[in-house]
């Protein structure tokens, strides 16, 4: 796709007058968040509820010896208090693997723990009081008396003969393995002018959702049936979940999802203490609430990356790269999670790493190993971040070591834009990309030269700036390929139904969930451009799994491209019944009509015929008047899923511009560029806004945030003040341009672009401090880059 | 420790009489016994703002206070404001510009805002992100919301120039 496509690309349906695909039209009901009027999970009460605290172990591999709940039952407002033993009469374990990541083993895991607890925050009781200060002060005297066991911390030793295995009944600390040998590896290395290695860390951080993990569990015992008020990305999994191992049927079970304040791959998992939620409601008859607290959230939300990855590559003196090369090994806590497993990050860093590039060789092996830290699993942009800059820092690597431009090096070996379809040596299948029209316009936009001239006359004065530049694949609109094939119940289709009501307004419900991505708005964007009506009749109705249609939800990037089709297409239909309907009584025919502004029109000159809000009259209440015959059908639904592609791919290159300050070792960004090709855009803004945060939470990995663990285990800055998130004083201003090629799999052509930021913001900003510190001799290849990291590089410290 | 203490306070500009335990915090009073679930609770030691409201005008964490501190006192929160209509034109350039996605920060991050808007009739972008850099947002990467501040401030300063003499 070259760039004279940068505008989307003609659509029968929604290339029409008024039509808001393309606009940047603002989200609806914002004005509920903007007063203060939403509903989180963390603000819901319903009557009698209670709410439940977690005793949680202090400890990160330990045995229970006892556990005494008497003195805590007999304080103030306390309604139970109960320990794993008691709560696996209601609630079944759980095992995180699936069958397609062959080998992948992890141990059941339980609601609360017993006999031994396994990482420091697991829950091992439960305590319930009217309310959550009664049951905080309650906590302090459950007594739990433990056995410490050694901690297995450091994933290099995690698989050494000697370190304690944490799971006996698994034999040993690996949890999953995958090599791939694609070419002719051997020969390539053998054959190229320079081989270049490094080892990259990639330190453990989390999500920091800025509303905690909530839940209120309702069971109803009346109605055996149990609704939860969770804010999570996937209603429909969780449903699935909860029934399951509370020996419930599905339709016993309601899951709704109000506003979330802040998901990005925290809130799509499922918790121990979720499920222990749920089961104490079961277990008390009435409703429980669960909201962690800063602490909880850090020691129990689940942690990401945490990888240590060995590289190489092999490049000739003319820029070719020859062959990639890696082992990477990752620490993911005591478990795999529930129920997508802590394998996905691992395998997609063994898909994803030398993606852009058209070499064919490329070998790589993963081991993903159990650790008595946190959980670790899926968060934005998953593998990513991690194979992108594995990726882009070998390249520039490379570059430096045969004296090439970054640039250059880049454009001599990115896959050819008239080179699709095509696949890469890990068997990934590239449907249409566009590297190097994106990689035109991001130096464009940065004016790359004029940037080069600038670092190389402040050198002279001793600022030592950098640029780094990052191109990435991305994997959005995931088929039944990323889960449904592993035996997951996690939908990979979503649904959509819109119905006209009886004042011709439009009620739509679509399986897909907000988390404030735009979820609502791009629904209501793409069923009022091809309904002919306007925005602010279209209500959409999104997380219950009461009132929508049978889907997946909001993650891998997959709202827009798969429950935008559905609701693309359900509109359609809708359409073609209205235009029925009118010709009906207008005496005409469909072909002869349209809809727009809210009134059925002539296709013709456009001249009104009947408003909507007329025929909606009609229909509902004078059906006595049409034809004989004639059965309005007002309501439609679709369902979508891509099955051609098991991913549509997209891509995108990413730029930094900062400065480092040699003496203190900060890094003081200036600015960064984006260019991203995700397909057709259904509301630019949304797009823009979806890839800015993206950026910045990738910026938060490159340069400040990590879990700091001691050697016994230990969180040791769980707290918002000792771990380091972006604020507003240190972030850039972030241009975003695009590319547009649309994935010809469905009428609407989107791709995904809420992970595109973060996938390359790391790798840029790595490239970038690298590029800045050239002329020390100094090569950092760990995140964050802290300044100790900076001065220790430069050997001032 | 567990004696209710009076208070008597304005709230948003009504009279509020309560009885609270001296260790509840001022975040904790205005949604659980207020309703005013508008003031969020996100790290409750002080760090990501997201319980700022105001305290006879000025801006505070209301995780950091106690509800008995503010005996007497006249706390504004986001309802308060959003009513009164004092922040409506800042409210729809977050709502133009797309400056807020979960909403979970939003609410504190208006009151930062308008505390700085108050305080400079112009203020520059590095002085917005100053300014509101005790306020955690976790989705926008912060763009959006400068923009959408620096936008209110100009609308504010042409208006007021307009309507001088």
Redesign the interface.
């Known amino acids: 796709m070259n760039e004279q496509a940068a505008t989307p690309q003609t659509l029968s349906e929604l290339d029409r007058p008024n039509s808001y695909i393309g606009k940047s039209v603002?989200?609806p009901n914002?004005?509920?968040?903007?007063?203060?009027?939403?509903?989180?999970v963390?603000?819901m009460e319903l009557p009698r509820m209670v709410h439940v605290v977690f005793v949680r172990s202090p400890h990160a591999h330990a045995k229970i010896v006892s556990i005494d709940t008497q003195p805590a039952r007999k304080m103030p407002g306390v309604v139970a208090v109960v320990t794993g033993e008691e709560l696996a009469a209601v609630i079944t374990p759980w095992v995180g693997v699936l069958s397609h990541l062959k080998g992948l083993k992890s141990a059941p895991q339980r609601a609360i723990a017993i006999e031994k607890v396994c990482w420091q925050g697991e829950a091992v009781a439960a305590v319930v009081a009217t309310s959550r200060?009664a049951a905080e002060d309650a906590v302090e005297f459950v007594a739990v008396e433990y056995q410490e066991l050694e901690a297995v911390t450091d994933m290099r030793a995690a698989l050494d003969s000697a370190t304690p295995v944490i799971h006996a009944s698994l034999g040993d600390n690996l949890a999953f393995e995958r090599t791939l040998d694609a070419g002719t590896v051997d020969a390539a290395f053998a054959g190229s002018d320079e081989v270049v290695e490094a080892e990259f860390v990639f330190a453990r951080h989390t999500?920091?959702?800025?509303?905690?993990r909530a839940v209120v569990a309702d069971w109803n015992a009346a109605e055996a049936r149990l609704t939860i008020y969770q804010g999570t990305q996937a209603p429909h999994m969780v449903q699935n979940i909860a029934a399951l191992h509370l020996g419930l049927e599905e339709a016993q079970v309601r899951v709704v999802c109000k506003?979330?304040?802040?998901?990005?791959g925290i809130k799509v998992h499922i918790y121990a203490d979720e499920m222990a939620t749920y089961a104490l409601s079961k277990h008390l008859r009435r409703p429980v609430k669960f909201v962690a607290?800063?602490i909880e959230s850090f020691n129990t939300d689940i942690h990401a990356r945490d990888h240590r990855c060995w590289g190489r590559i092999g490049v000739q003196r003319d820029g070719t790269i020859t062959a990639f090369e890696i082992d990477d090994l990752t620490g993911i806590g005591p478990y795999s999670m529930y129920p997508r497993t802590s394998a996905i990050e691992a395998n997609q860093v063994v898909n994803l790493v030398g993606g852009p590039y058209t070499t064919k060789n490329y070998r790589a092996r993963a081991r993903v190993v159990f650790q008595n830290k946190n959980v670790m699993c899926q968060y934005r942009a998953v593998g990513h971040p991690i194979a992108c800059s594995v990726t882009e820092e070998l390249v520039d690597l490379a570059a430096a070591k045969i004296g090439m431009d970054p640039v250059a090096i880049r454009r001599r070996n990115l896959i050819a834009d008239d080179a699709y379809p095509c696949a890469s040596p890990s068997g990934l299948r590239f449907e249409l990309l566009s590297h190097h029209a994106a990689l035109n316009k991001l130096l464009q936009m940065m004016n790359y030269d004029a940037l080069r001239v600038e670092q190389a006359a402040l050198r002279k004065q001793n600022i030592h700036r950098g640029i780094g530049i990052a191109s990435f694949i991305e994997v959005t609109n995931p088929s039944a390929a990323f889960y449904g094939v592993g035996g997951a119940k996690i939908s990979s289709q979503d649904g959509v139904a819109v119905r006209l009501d009886a004042q011709g307004a439009v009620i739509c419900q679509t399986s897909i969930t907000e988390?404030?991505?735009?979820s609502e708005s791009l629904t209501a964007q793409i069923v009022g451009s091809v309904l002919g009506v306007s925005m602010e009749k279209v209500r959409v109705i999104l997380g219950d799994t009461d009132q929508t249609p049978y889907g997946g939800g909001t993650w891998a990037s997959r709202g827009a491209g798969i429950g935008g089709e559905a609701a693309l297409q359900a509109a359609k239909v809708l359409r073609r019944n209205i235009l029925e309907v009118a010709a009906a009584i207008l005496q005409s025919t469909p072909a002869e009509l349209d809809i727009a502004n809210d009134a059925v029109v002539n296709a013709s000159d456009r001249t009104p015929r009947i408003e909507l809000r007329e025929l909606a009259r009609v229909v509902y209440f004078r059906p006595d008047t049409l034809p004989p015959g004639i059965q309005p059908e007002l309501m439609a639904t679709r369902h979508y899923v891509p099955r051609q592609y098991p991913f549509a791919f997209t891509n995108g290159v990413q730029a930094s511009w900062l400065e480092v300050d040699t003496d203190t070792g900060f890094v003081k960004l200036l600015k960064h560029w984006v260019v991203e090709d995700c397909g057709t855009i259904i509301n630019p803004?949304?797009v823009d806004?979806q890839v800015?945060?993206?950026?910045?939470?990738g910026l938060g990995a490159a340069l400040f945030e990590k879990c700091i663990y001691d050697e016994r285990g230990q969180l040791t800055n769980a707290?918002?003040?000792d771990y380091l998130?972006?604020?507003?004083?240190?972030?850039p201003?972030?241009d975003v341009g695009h590319v547009v090629s649309p994935t010809a799999e469905s009428e609407l052509g989107a791709k995904g672009a809420g992970e595109a930021?973060t996938a390359g913001a790391a790798a840029a900003v790595a490239n970038a401090v690298n590029d800045a510190l050239r002329p020390f001799g100094a090569v950092i290849t760990e995140i964050p880059l802290t300044p100790q990291l900076i001065l220790t590089a430069l050997k001032r410290i | 420790m567990t004696t209710p203490h009076p208070i008597s306070l304005e709230v948003n500009g009504e009279r509020v009489e309560a009885h609270v335990l001296p260790?509840?915090n001022l975040a904790d009073f205005l949604?659980e016994h207020l309703k005013?679930?508008?003031?969020?609770?996100?790290?409750?030691?002080g760090?990501?703002g997201?319980c700022t409201v105001r305290v006879n005008g000025e801006i505070v964490r209301s995780c950091l206070m106690l509800a008995v501190q503010v005996n007497g006192a006249s706390v504004e929160?986001?309802?308060g404001l959003?009513d009164s209509g004092e922040i409506s034109d800042l409210?729809a350039a977050?709502?133009?510009?797309?400056a807020?996605?979960?909403?979970?920060?939003?609410?504190a991050m208006?009151i930062s805002a308008q505390d700085l808007l108050k305080a400079k009739s112009e203020p520059g972008?590095e002085q917005?992100?100053?300014h509101?850099?005790?306020?955690?947002?976790?989705?926008?990467?912060?763009?959006?919301?400068?923009d959408a501040v620096e936008a209110t401030a100009r609308a504010r300063k042409s208006r007021d120039k307009s309507r001088a003499p």
């Not at chain 1, 509920?32 to 939403?38: H, K, M």
């Not at chain 1, 998130?725 to 972030?731: H, I, K, L, Y």
């Not at chain 2, 509101?132 to 400068?146: E, F, H, K, M, P």
Request: net charge neutral; hydrophobic share 30%; glycine share 14%.
């Open positions: 603002p989200r914002l004005d509920r968040l903007l007063q203060g009027r939403g509903l989180y963390s603000d200060a999500g920091v959702t800025l509303e905690p506003d979330v304040g802040g998901s990005f607290d800063r988390q404030g991505q735009g803004q949304l806004e800015r945060g993206g950026v910045v939470q707290n918002m003040a998130v972006p604020m507003s004083g240190e972030m201003d972030i930021g | 260790r509840i949604r005013l679930t508008g003031t969020h609770v996100g790290c409750e030691h760090v990501c997201a929160t986001i309802e959003s409210q977050f709502r133009e510009r797309n807020l996605q979960c909403g979970y920060c939003t609410p208006l972008r917005i992100r100053e509101l850099s005790g306020n955690y947002c976790r989705c926008t990467g912060y763009q959006a919301i400068v």
